[in-house]
């Protein structure tokens, strides 16, 4: 989930809960310590606006006070990289769901078969595609 991986995004970059909530308030972000704590947490739930100004500040610092190549490794993630579930009945053996579980980006509103004719058509080397030749 998008506080699950905020927090991971913080904790690699060594930021503190009170910074981060510090820096969140000079964005205009609303919420007290305890609620952007809690949330971080999963505790309490954010409106996906407030969520990505969460977001924002995280990755505003963490480009602060990492590197360039380690600064694109651990980023907090927006409310629209985040999919809903796929349909019922759908294996744990789907590729596409599997691919997209961890937040595989597709524009905002695409399907997710989408996904799917990206990765069987001849843009992407099947080796690329899941690991597989």
């Known amino acids: 989930m998008q506080h699950d ?3 991971r995004a913080m904790e690699f970059a060594g930021l503190s809960v ?11 972000g609303a919420g007290d310590y305890f609620e952007f704590d809690a949330y971080l947490h999963g505790i309490v739930r954010l409106d996906a606006e407030d969520a990505d100004v ?3 500040a995280v990755n505003e610092l963490v480009d ?3 590197p360039a190549e380690q600064s694109r490794v651990s980023r907090a993630p927006y409310s629209w990289t985040r999919y809903p579930e796929p349909a019922a009945g759908r294996g744990d053996d789907d590729p596409v769901r ?10 905002p509103g695409a ?3 989408l996904l799917g004719e990206i ?8 080796s690329v595609a ?3 030749a």
């Open 18 to 28: 009170y910074e981060t909530w510090m820096h969140y308030c000079n964005m205009g």
């Open 111 to 113: 399907p997710l078969e």
């Open 130 to 132: 899941g690991g597989r």
């Open 54 to 56: 969460v977001s924002q």
């Open 98 to 107: 599997a691919l997209t579980s961890p937040g595989v980006p597709l524009p």
């Open 5 to 7: 991986d905020t927090l």
């Open 64 to 66: 602060d006070v990492l």
């Open 119 to 126: 990765l069987g058509s001849s843009v992407l080397n099947g």
